[in-house]
C-alpha cells in the first residue's frame, strides 16, 4: 500500500475537511471524488473516463429499499461533473438486460433500454458505459485514461507488463468496443480472479473500485503510480520500455531524422 504523502506522479488531492463535510452524502463524496480526479490530467483527459456509486434507495413505487447506480451520464468530464451530469438507474433492472441482450450485432439497442432502467427521472442521458459500472458489484468505481495506463493498455505485450507491474493483483481484457459485451467481459473478469483491485482494458482504460469514495480514489491513484513509475524506472536506460519499434515504417523515419 502506498502512503498518500509518497505519490510521485499523480496529484493526491483529497481533502479530508472537505469530504468531512460530505459525510453522509454518498452521491455528493461520489460527485467530490470525481472532480479530483478530474482536476489531474495525467489521471484522465477532459471529457474522458467516468465514475459512479452505488446506493440504497427507497423505490418509490413498491415502498421497498432498492439498489440505485449513480453514474457520470453521456458527455461532460469529471472535473466539473456536478448532480445535473449523472444518471441514477436501478442496478437490478441494469442487470436484467443481459436477459434480452442479442449480441455485438444488437450493441446499439441497448443504449436505448437503458432508459427502462432509470430511477431518477432527473437523469442525464446514460452513456454507452453505463453497464460497464452495473455489472460490477463494487459501490464505488473509476473508469479513468490515465497517460501511463494508456501506455500499457496499447502495448504489444499489454497483458505481460499488466502482470509485471501488478502480478496477479489486476485482471486484463482484450479490446472491445465499449457496450454490453465488454461489460460483460469485465464481469466474467472478476469472476476468473476474485480478488483483483482493478481491471486493464487492452488499448483502452482503466477500472479501479472500493468499498468507499475514499478507498476507491486511493486504489486509482496507486495503480496509475506503479504504472507511472514503471514506466519512468525504464526511460533513458538502454532498451525500449515497451518493447521496442512495432514497425519498419518507424524505424526508416528514425534513421532519416537522425543527425549525421
Not at 465514475?51 to 469529471?78: A, F, N, Q, R
Not at 458505459?129 to 504489444?156: E, M, N, Q, R
Not at 457496450?179 to 472478476?190: I, K, V
Amino acid at each position: 500500500m502506498i502512503s498518500s504523502t509518497t505519490f510521485n506522479h499523480v496529484k493526491y488531492l483529497w481533502d479530508e475537511r472537505k469530504a468531512a463535510s460530505l459525510a453522509g452524502d454518498e452521491i455528493a463524496l461520489f460527485l467530490y471524488r470525481s472532480n479530483i480526479l478530474g482536476a489531474d490530467l495525467r489521471i484522465t483527459n477532459y471529457g474522458g473516463g467516468n465514475t459512479s456509486c452505488k446506493t440504497m434507495e427507497k423505490d418509490p413505487l413498491t415502498g421497498e429499499t432498492v439498489e440505485v447506480m449513480w453514474v457520470k451520464g453521456s458527455g461532460g468530464d469529471i472535473g466539473t461533473l456536478t448532480r445535473s451530469g449523472i444518471a441514477g438507474l436501478y442496478t437490478g433492472r441494469l442487470r436484467n438486460l443481459k436477459n434480452v441482450y442479442r449480441g455485438l450485432a444488437q450493441e446499439d439497442e441497448m443504449v436505448a433500454l437503458f432508459y427502462h432502467c432509470l430511477y431518477d427521472l432527473e437523469s442525464k442521458a446514460p452513456s454507452i458505459d453505463t453497464p460497464l459500472h452495473g455489472l460490477l458489484p463494487f459501490k464505488h468505481i473509476d473508469h479513468l485514461h490515465p497517460d501511463a495506463l494508456i501506455a500499457v493498455a496499447a502495448a504489444k505485450d499489454s497483458r505481460e507488463i499488466t502482470r509485471e507491474i501488478w502480478g496477479d493483483t489486476m485482471g486484463w481484457v482484450p479490446w472491445q468496443r465499449p457496450g454490453f459485451d465488454l461489460a460483460l467481459m469485465l464481469e466474467q473478469c472478476l469472476k476468473d480472479n476474485p480478488g483483483i483491485r482493478g481491471i486493464v482494458l487492452e488499448s483502452h482504460g482503466l477500472f479501479t473500485w472500493g468499498d468507499t469514495s475514499y478507498e476507491c480514489y486511493m486504489n486509482s491513484l496507486e495503480v496509475i503510480e506503479m504504472a507511472s513509475a514503471f514506466i519512468a524506472e525504464r526511460e533513458g536506460k538502454n532498451r525500449p520500455v515497451f518493447g521496442g519499434e512495432k514497425s519498419a515504417a518507424c524505424l526508416l523515419r528514425r534513421a532519416k531524422n537522425k543527425p549525421p
